[in-house]
């Protein structure tokens, strides 16, 4: 089983572009499929991306296809968020997640998560 670490979050202005990574520990990092989910206040947690395991296919929320960009690298157990032309609305607790099976969009379907880290967008 993998552990998750996030990093990379923090204040950008509206209309700029920030990148995410979340580092899995362990050696199977190539055996899960990877997510990313956001939380803001108030609200539930939502799907943001998703990213099979070796790479080849993605999937997207309607709210952000065309804006974020979800990629891995598995020579460094690592898999990325890439946003640009954030809004207001980007802003939110950004968790990445891991489980066995490709393709899984809800919170549910997701075994193992990352604490998250803290996106701001000013407007």
């Known amino acids: 089983q993998v552990q998750l670490v996030e990093s990379g979050g923090g204040l950008v202005q509206a209309g700029g572009s920030l990148t995410l990574s979340c580092l899995a520990s362990g050696r199977t990092f190539s055996n899960y499929a990877m997510g990313w989910f956001r939380q803001a206040p108030g609200l539930e947690r939502e799907f943001v991306a998703a990213i099979s395991t070796g790479g080849r296919s993605t999937d997207y929320a309607d709210s952000v296809r065309g804006r974020f960009t979800i990629s891995r690298d598995n020579a460094k157990n690592t898999v990325y968020l890439t946003g640009n032309s954030l809004k207001p609305e980007d802003k939110a607790v950004y968790s990445c997640?891991?489980?066995?099976?490709?393709?899984?969009?809800?919170?549910?379907?997701?075994?193992?998560w990352g604490q998250g880290t803290q996106v701001t967008v000013s407007s």
């Open positions: 997640a891991a489980r066995t099976f490709w393709k899984a969009t809800t919170v549910g379907e997701y075994d193992i």
